[in-house]
């Protein structure tokens, strides 16, 4: 049988897997009301090819994987139900690009919208984001994934409506990319 956790540190590295109890309990909750579970490994990639990888080994091996973002959800989104991998995108927060004259921005999966902002406030005044009624650690695709509403959303619809494209790791490992 393989060795889970010797796997995930080949990919992430030793500092970015853990199994320890501590860590544990905080990834089996959320602020919300829902059952705690615990996950199994919780590991935290910095690359999508790491959690192609990732999610590659989990496929093969039959282990349910739970993605998070910022952990504010309050309905289980990011509890595991038994045992599994929980992704933290916590490493992945960059802001690739931003394209003033087209008005968008690339950005990785665990990005929040606090640190969105921060940037374009900072380096771009003239644009601004649909901000969510959450706390500014909530990432961007967290919020795109609930359907999420922002202070942009009369105007423009609903945040995942204002989403031209996503790079996404599929079940089987493929990357796919849809959209511009």
Same mark, same amino acid.
């Given at each position: 049988m393989i060795d *889970?956790?010797?796997?995930?540190v080949e990919i992430v590295g @030793?500092?970015?897997v853990s199994t320890g109890k501590e860590e544990l309990y905080f990834y089996a909750r959320d602020p919300g009301l829902m059952p705690a579970h615990e996950p199994d490994y919780v590991v935290a990639p910095e690359t999508t090819e790491e959690?192609?990888?990732?999610?590659?080994?989990?496929?093969?091996?039959k282990i349910p994987i739970v993605p998070m973002g910022a952990?504010?959800?309050?309905?289980?989104? *990011?509890i595991p139900l038994k045992g599994g991998i929980?992704? @933290?995108?916590?490493?992945?927060?960059?802001i690739l690009e931003v394209n003033e004259k087209a008005r968008y921005a690339i950005v990785e999966g665990g990005t929040s919208q606090g640190a969105l902002k921060a940037y374009l406030d900072r380096n771009y005044p003239n644009l601004r984001h649909s901000i969510p009624d959450a706390p500014p650690t909530v990432t961007i695709a967290a919020n795109v994934a609930i359907h999420g509403q922002g202070r942009l959303t009369q105007m423009y619809g609903f945040n995942s409506?204002?989403?031209?494209?996503?790079e996404v790791v599929l079940p089987t490992g493929e990357i796919a990319k849809i959209g511009s």
């Open positions: *889970i956790y010797k796997s995930l @030793d500092e970015h959690v192609q990888k990732i999610v590659k080994l989990a496929n093969k091996e952990g504010m959800s309050l309905t289980g989104l *990011i929980v992704i @933290d995108m916590k490493r992945m927060r960059r409506d204002m989403v031209s494209g996503l």
